[in-house]
């Protein structure tokens, strides 16, 4: 491999891994809204909130499966 061409793999590299973790961020954000929508649901609902918040509950749920940050590295035991 010419030098030219492991500059262009560890940019690759270092661009790969900066998508991924964009990536987690941009999830754990989404986590993030929806559960501070969901405070304001409960806060505004009240009593009812068990009732008109389910939806909002439930997605919730379904975005904090997937938002955790990982980071990049893999470790293969």
Not at 16 to 33: F, G, N, S, T, Y
Not at 34 to 43: D, F, G, P, T
Request: with cysteine.
């Amino acid at each position: 491999m010419s030098n030219d061409d492991v500059k262009a793999a560890i940019k690759a590299k270092y661009e790969e891994r900066d998508h991924i973790i964009r990536e987690q961020w941009v999830k754990a954000m989404e986590a993030r809204l929806v559960r501070e929508e969901l405070q304001k649901c409960h806060r505004a609902e009240g009593v009812n909130q068990q009732e008109n918040c389910k939806w909002l509950a439930e997605k919730y749920m379904e975005k904090l499966e997937g938002s955790r940050i990982k980071g990049f590295k893999t470790v293969d035991v």
